[in-house]
Every structure is written in C-alpha cells, then in structure tokens.
Nanobody
Framework: QVQLVESGGGLVEAGGSLRLSCVASGSAFSIHVMDWYRQAPGKQRELVAT???????NYAESVKGRFTISRDNAKNTVSVQMNSLKPEDTAVYYC???????????????WGKGTLVTVSS
C-alpha cells in the first residue's frame, strides 16, 4: 500500500508562484513514473507534467515555460514549481504515481487526494 500526500496549494495572485510537493510513503515499492494532474470545476482532469524514474519529462503545452517538475527518487517525492501563474491555472492538483510492488512485482496506480490552487485576477 502506498500513500501519496500533496502539499503547497493555496491562493496566489496572477503572476505569482507556488511550489507543490508530493510525498509517497509505504513499503516495498518502486515508483516508475510520477505525474501532476489538475482538474478545474466542470472540466476533465488533465495531465500537467510527468517525470519518469530516469528523468524523462513532459509538460502540457499550456504550462511549458512556466512550470518545472522535479523528483527526488531517494525521498520518493515529486514537486512542481509553478511560476507566472494565470487564473486559468486554478484547479485541484493531484499527484499520481505508477508504482511497482517490489515483493509481488505488480504495478498499481496511486492518486493523492489533491491540493487546491487558486489564482486570482
């Protein structure tokens, strides 16, 4: 069993910055891919950024040049630095991880409960 806990959401003015972090905890697991998704009211959940265990990174076109994803494999964490925030970035941001159980070798997807980012004006 793996738990993902996000932190860092809050209220920020347009043009400001926030840093979101996600910590994976549990035992006997290895994370292959960690991602950030977001879901605005009335909209579908969308991928914001993804990073593999080998460091391959992809961003949604809407956040390129503004968001930076990073991970610390030793600490099983993933973060996203969000700069030049826009009102349209307002959403609940969710951490996701594709995890392999190192005992059973089974793969599972885990989701955090989300952290709200609100960008004003």
């Amino acid at each position: 069993q793996v738990q993902l806990v996000e932190s860092g959401g809050g209220l920020v003015e347009a043009g400001g910055s926030l840093r979101l972090s996600c910590v994976a905890s549990g035992s006997a697991f290895s994370i292959h891919v960690m991602d950030w998704y977001r879901q605005a009211p009335g909209k579908q959940r969308e991928l914001v950024a993804t990073i593999s265990s080998g460091g391959r990174i992809n961003y949604a076109e809407s956040v390129k040049g503004r968001f930076t994803i990073s991970r610390d494999n030793a600490k099983n964490t993933v973060s996203v630095q969000m700069n030049s925030l826009k009102p349209e970035d307002t959403a609940v941001y969710y951490c996701h991880a594709a995890v392999r159980n190192t005992v059973t070798w089974a793969y599972m997807d885990y989701w955090g409960k989300g952290t709200l980012v609100t960008v004003s004006s």
